[in-house]
Protein backbone atom coordinates (compact mmCIF):
# COMPACT_ATOMS: atom_id res chain seq x y z
CA UNK A 1 0.00 0.00 0.00
CA UNK A 2 1.12 3.38 -0.76
CA UNK A 3 3.21 4.88 2.40
CA UNK A 4 3.58 8.94 1.30
CA UNK A 5 0.75 11.26 0.09
CA UNK A 6 1.64 15.01 -0.44
CA UNK A 7 -0.58 18.20 0.42
CA UNK A 8 -1.37 19.86 -1.77
CA UNK A 9 -1.40 18.26 -4.80
CA UNK A 10 -0.40 20.98 -7.19
CA UNK A 11 0.91 24.30 -5.48
CA UNK A 12 1.12 27.95 -7.47
CA UNK A 13 2.97 30.39 -6.14
CA UNK A 14 4.93 33.88 -7.07
CA UNK A 15 8.77 34.05 -7.28
CA UNK A 16 9.64 35.54 -3.55
CA UNK A 17 7.01 33.76 -1.68
CA UNK A 18 7.10 30.89 0.70
CA UNK A 19 6.32 27.37 -0.60
CA UNK A 20 4.79 24.53 2.27
CA UNK A 21 4.47 20.91 1.09
CA UNK A 22 3.16 18.17 3.61
CA UNK A 23 3.26 14.44 3.50
CA UNK A 24 1.95 11.92 5.35
CA UNK A 25 3.22 8.16 5.82
CA UNK A 26 1.62 5.35 7.50
CA UNK A 27 4.03 3.42 9.17
CA UNK A 28 7.28 3.49 11.25
CA UNK A 29 10.22 4.49 9.33
CA UNK A 30 14.09 4.82 9.61
CA UNK A 31 13.93 7.94 7.49
CA UNK A 32 11.77 10.24 5.23
CA UNK A 33 13.28 11.77 2.00
CA UNK A 34 12.30 14.75 -0.59
CA UNK A 35 13.34 14.67 -3.80
CA UNK A 36 12.44 17.09 -6.99
CA UNK A 37 11.66 15.71 -9.92
CA UNK A 38 11.98 18.59 -12.97
CA UNK A 39 9.58 17.91 -16.12
CA UNK A 40 10.67 14.50 -17.93
CA UNK A 41 13.60 14.48 -16.12
CA UNK A 42 15.11 11.99 -12.96
CA UNK A 43 14.66 13.03 -9.36
CA UNK A 44 16.78 14.81 -7.60
CA UNK A 45 18.00 14.26 -3.40
CA UNK A 46 17.09 17.08 -1.60
CA UNK A 47 17.05 16.23 2.19
CA UNK A 48 17.14 13.12 4.47
CA UNK A 49 15.63 13.01 7.91
CA UNK A 50 15.92 10.71 10.37
CA UNK A 51 13.25 9.47 12.70
CA UNK A 52 14.97 10.76 16.05
CA UNK A 53 15.33 14.60 14.26
CA UNK A 54 12.86 16.93 14.28
CA UNK A 55 14.30 19.32 11.60
CA UNK A 56 16.46 20.00 9.20
CA UNK A 57 18.03 22.65 7.29
CA UNK A 58 19.48 23.02 3.54
CA UNK A 59 19.94 26.19 1.95
CA UNK A 60 16.17 27.47 1.40
CA UNK A 61 14.56 24.20 2.09
CA UNK A 62 13.63 23.39 5.93
CA UNK A 63 12.35 20.06 6.44
CA UNK A 64 10.40 18.86 9.70
CA UNK A 65 9.51 15.54 11.14
CA UNK A 66 6.79 14.92 13.04
CA UNK A 67 6.61 11.21 14.33
CA UNK A 68 4.20 10.85 16.68
CA UNK A 69 1.94 11.96 13.90
CA UNK A 70 3.35 10.28 11.05
CA UNK A 71 3.87 13.83 8.70
CA UNK A 72 6.69 15.85 7.76
CA UNK A 73 6.79 18.97 5.45
CA UNK A 74 9.12 20.65 3.30
CA UNK A 75 9.50 24.29 3.23
CA UNK A 76 10.97 26.40 0.49
CA UNK A 77 11.50 30.04 1.24
CA UNK A 78 12.24 32.91 -1.38
CA UNK A 79 10.84 30.91 -3.90
CA UNK A 80 12.46 30.75 -7.59
CA UNK A 81 10.76 30.31 -10.91
CA UNK A 82 14.15 27.21 -11.18
CA UNK A 83 11.64 26.24 -8.34
CA UNK A 84 9.13 24.61 -10.66
CA UNK A 85 9.03 21.17 -10.36
CA UNK A 86 7.16 17.86 -8.82
CA UNK A 87 8.08 17.89 -4.94
CA UNK A 88 7.91 14.41 -3.82
CA UNK A 89 8.63 12.55 -0.17
CA UNK A 90 9.78 9.29 0.17
CA UNK A 91 9.67 6.72 3.36
CA UNK A 92 12.21 4.52 4.26
CA UNK A 93 9.92 1.90 6.25
CA UNK A 94 11.73 0.23 9.34
CA UNK A 95 12.68 -3.03 7.79
CA UNK A 96 12.47 -2.46 4.27
CA UNK A 97 16.41 -2.41 3.34
CA UNK A 98 16.11 1.16 2.07
CA UNK A 99 13.04 0.17 -0.93
CA UNK A 100 11.69 3.40 -0.35
CA UNK A 101 7.77 4.23 -0.90
CA UNK A 102 7.13 7.63 -2.23
CA UNK A 103 3.99 9.54 -2.75
CA UNK A 104 1.92 10.81 -4.95
CA UNK A 105 3.95 14.53 -5.18
CA UNK A 106 3.09 18.01 -5.11
CA UNK A 107 3.55 20.07 -8.67
CA UNK A 108 4.81 23.33 -7.64
CA UNK A 109 4.82 26.16 -10.00
CA UNK A 110 6.74 29.50 -9.47
CA UNK A 111 5.67 32.30 -11.52
CA UNK A 112 8.38 35.07 -12.05
CA UNK B 1 30.99 12.98 -15.13
CA UNK B 2 27.34 11.24 -15.46
CA UNK B 3 26.78 9.82 -12.19
CA UNK B 4 23.75 7.24 -12.64
CA UNK B 5 23.61 6.68 -16.35
CA UNK B 6 20.65 4.60 -18.11
CA UNK B 7 20.63 3.14 -21.99
CA UNK B 8 18.32 3.29 -23.85
CA UNK B 9 16.61 7.46 -23.19
CA UNK B 10 13.78 6.03 -25.41
CA UNK B 11 12.51 2.53 -26.29
CA UNK B 12 9.12 1.81 -28.24
CA UNK B 13 8.34 -1.67 -28.82
CA UNK B 14 5.76 -3.96 -29.99
CA UNK B 15 3.85 -6.02 -27.50
CA UNK B 16 5.07 -9.56 -26.71
CA UNK B 17 8.69 -8.59 -27.46
CA UNK B 18 11.45 -9.40 -24.67
CA UNK B 19 13.91 -5.86 -24.09
CA UNK B 20 16.82 -4.41 -21.51
CA UNK B 21 17.33 -1.64 -20.03
CA UNK B 22 21.02 -1.15 -18.94
CA UNK B 23 22.07 1.23 -15.64
CA UNK B 24 25.54 1.87 -14.89
CA UNK B 25 27.14 4.33 -11.35
CA UNK B 26 30.61 5.41 -11.06
CA UNK B 27 30.01 6.61 -7.82
CA UNK B 28 31.16 3.28 -6.09
CA UNK B 29 27.68 2.22 -4.42
CA UNK B 30 26.86 -0.60 -3.47
CA UNK B 31 23.20 -0.38 -3.60
CA UNK B 32 21.16 -0.17 -6.60
CA UNK B 33 17.80 0.26 -7.90
CA UNK B 34 15.12 0.00 -10.03
CA UNK B 35 11.89 1.98 -10.18
CA UNK B 36 9.05 2.55 -12.49
CA UNK B 37 6.99 5.76 -12.80
CA UNK B 38 3.56 5.38 -14.07
CA UNK B 39 1.53 7.80 -16.33
CA UNK B 40 -0.03 9.92 -12.91
CA UNK B 41 3.64 10.34 -12.08
CA UNK B 42 3.64 7.76 -9.26
CA UNK B 43 6.79 6.13 -8.40
CA UNK B 44 7.07 2.50 -7.62
CA UNK B 45 10.27 0.25 -6.33
CA UNK B 46 10.54 -2.38 -7.84
CA UNK B 47 13.86 -4.04 -6.89
CA UNK B 48 16.76 -3.13 -4.88
CA UNK B 49 20.10 -5.29 -4.95
CA UNK B 50 22.41 -4.96 -2.12
CA UNK B 51 25.61 -6.99 -1.83
CA UNK B 52 24.32 -9.76 -4.09
CA UNK B 53 21.12 -9.57 -2.06
CA UNK B 54 18.10 -9.25 -4.39
CA UNK B 55 14.98 -7.75 -2.66
CA UNK B 56 11.83 -7.82 -5.03
CA UNK B 57 8.88 -5.67 -4.85
CA UNK B 58 5.93 -8.83 -4.72
CA UNK B 59 3.99 -7.01 -6.95
CA UNK B 60 6.23 -7.20 -9.84
CA UNK B 61 5.15 -9.72 -12.13
CA UNK B 62 8.19 -12.65 -13.09
CA UNK B 63 8.45 -10.94 -16.86
CA UNK B 64 10.74 -8.62 -15.06
CA UNK B 65 14.18 -9.10 -13.90
CA UNK B 66 16.85 -7.29 -12.88
CA UNK B 67 20.40 -9.01 -13.72
CA UNK B 68 23.53 -7.59 -12.00
CA UNK B 69 27.17 -8.22 -13.89
CA UNK B 70 29.07 -6.51 -11.48
CA UNK B 71 28.83 -3.56 -8.47
CA UNK B 72 28.12 -0.57 -11.20
CA UNK B 73 25.45 -2.04 -13.15
CA UNK B 74 22.13 -3.20 -12.63
CA UNK B 75 19.96 -4.11 -15.38
CA UNK B 76 16.50 -4.69 -16.14
CA UNK B 77 15.13 -7.60 -18.26
CA UNK B 78 11.81 -7.47 -19.73
CA UNK B 79 9.99 -10.57 -21.07
CA UNK B 80 6.56 -10.40 -23.18
CA UNK B 81 5.91 -7.05 -22.57
CA UNK B 82 2.47 -5.83 -22.65
CA UNK B 83 1.10 -2.97 -23.10
CA UNK B 84 0.92 -1.82 -19.21
CA UNK B 85 4.49 -1.65 -18.97
CA UNK B 86 5.11 1.68 -20.59
CA UNK B 87 6.16 4.11 -18.16
CA UNK B 88 9.48 5.69 -17.37
CA UNK B 89 11.62 2.92 -15.71
CA UNK B 90 14.23 4.50 -13.04
CA UNK B 91 17.55 3.45 -12.45
CA UNK B 92 18.89 4.69 -8.69
CA UNK B 93 21.82 3.68 -6.31
CA UNK B 94 22.58 4.60 -2.86
CA UNK B 95 25.83 4.28 -0.39
CA UNK B 96 24.22 2.14 1.56
CA UNK B 97 20.20 0.84 1.59
CA UNK B 98 19.13 3.54 4.17
CA UNK B 99 21.14 6.81 2.48
CA UNK B 100 20.09 9.15 -0.03
CA UNK B 101 19.53 7.89 -3.40
CA UNK B 102 20.57 9.36 -7.31
CA UNK B 103 18.41 8.83 -9.60
CA UNK B 104 19.61 8.28 -13.52
CA UNK B 105 17.58 9.95 -16.31
CA UNK B 106 14.93 7.60 -16.80
CA UNK B 107 13.93 5.69 -19.63
CA UNK B 108 10.50 5.98 -21.39
CA UNK B 109 9.83 2.42 -22.38
CA UNK B 110 6.59 2.77 -24.94
CA UNK B 111 4.66 -0.86 -25.27
CA UNK B 112 2.83 -0.75 -28.88
Known amino acids: SQQGEEDPQALSIQEGENATMNCSYK?????LQWYRQNSGRGLVHLIL?????REKHSGRLRVTLDTSKKSSSLLITASRAADTASYFCATDARGSQGNLIFGKGTKLSVKP | DTAVSQTPKYLVTQMGNDKSIKCEQN?????MYWYKQDSKKFLKIMFSYNNKELIINETVPNRFSPKSPDKAHLNLHINSLELGDSAVYFCASSPTPQSAQYFGPGTRLTVL
Open chain 1, 49 to 53: IRSNE
Open chain 1, 27 to 31: TSINN
Open chain 2, 27 to 31: LGHDT
